[in-house]
């Protein structure tokens, strides 16, 4: 990987962790990010404008927080459609709206740059690990170019079709999270309220038909008093689910499963919970069950080393 250089915008919970993977593999990154330190802490060389990610640089990537941000970093005032070269590949990262990923596509097209949209999932965790699953929409040949960039961090990589189908992708996933993390959440503050032994609850379902990520990945650690922190939070989950309300709306596909996790994350959000981990809807859920939680305060104290496994 050595002579390889990347730019990075976006240093997150997932682009910082992303970051330092790539650091790690021994590719040069130059990174921007609007809150000061965050390049250094991952280990890339801080960029004071975002053309200076594109000078040098093989492709660029965004992990930005929505459309609204992306869109302002490649088409506002010295942004990467004037001063990204033709040739240069552009990855996003983010989770983002196809129809806004398409017009950001066509815009960058039209100088010879190429635009990847590269919905990602597996949480901080799989981004510590390099393991992620990432789904792309755009051109194979762009692909083919930039696929060394994501093998430090990424297990699985998909080509989705055309420009927009790696995010569309990404919101019907993240949408069967939200539906998925939001039911176990209720189902487990009622079982808490029934006086059942929740690892043997979990035992059964994860044995049973109603199994899910959430309850094979997330609660055996909530119900330790370990949340997972430094993955998305409740605000950004409900961000996406709206995302995908309106994408299925655009394909003329009927809505009718969105009003669950929107109650639940919107209760977190209005409870507190906006800014951490969207894992933490079970304690906005036991707050209106009467201030229930899976675990006791000396658990919580003791806690889990806030990584997912």
């Not at 000078?55 to 927080?65: A, I, M, Q, T």
């Not at 990432?134 to 420009?163: D, N, T």
């Not at 487990?188 to 979990?202: E, I, P, S, T």
């Not at 933490?280 to 104290?301: C, F, K, M, N, Y």
Request: with cysteine.
């Amino acid at each position: 990987m050595s002579g390889r250089q990347v730019g990075f915008a976006g240093l997150g919970n997932m682009g910082g962790r992303m970051t330092r993977r790539l650091v790690g593999a021994g590719i040069s990154v130059v990174a921007f990010d609007v809150r000061s330190g965050q390049a250094a802490a991952a280990g890339a060389k801080p960029a004071s404008s975002l053309a200076e990610l594109c000078s040098g640089s093989d492709c660029v990537l965004l992990s930005l927080p929505d459309s609204n941000v992306v869109e302002r970093v490649v088409l506002g005032d010295g942004g990467l459609l004037d001063a990204a070269s033709p040739g240069q590949v552009i990855i996003d990262l983010s989770t983002a709206a196809p129809a806004s990923t398409r017009r950001l596509h066509a815009a960058l097209a039209e100088r010879g740059v190429h635009y990847l949209d590269a919905g990602i999932s597996g949480g901080a965790v799989a981004a510590e690990k390099g393991t992620l699953t990432i789904m792309v929409g755009g051109s194979e040949a762009a692909l083919a170019q930039v696929r060394w960039v994501f093998e430090p961090i990424a297990s699985k990589v998909v080509l989705m079709g055309a420009s927009g189908a790696g995010h569309s992708t990404k919101l019907l996933n993240n949408f069967l999270n939200a539906v998925t993390l939001a039911a176990t959440a209720e189902v487990m503050v009622a079982a808490r309220k029934a006086g059942l032994d929740l690892a043997a609850v979990l035992d059964v379902i994860n044995h049973s038909s109603g199994v899910s990520f959430a309850s094979t990945n997330r609660f055996p650690h909530i119900i330790q008093g370990d949340y997972l922190e430094g993955g998305l939070t409740s605000a950004l989950m409900t961000k996406d689910v709206v995302l995908y309300v309106d994408h299925v709306r655009e394909l003329g596909v009927p809505c009718l499963n969105a009003a669950g996790p929107l109650a639940s994350f919107g209760a977190a959000i209005n409870l507190g919970y906006a800014n951490q981990i969207s894992n933490r809807v079970v304690d906005a859920i036991g707050d209106l069950a009467g201030g229930v939680r899976l675990h006791s305060p000396a658990t919580d104290e003791a806690g889990g080393d806030g990584k997912e496994g």
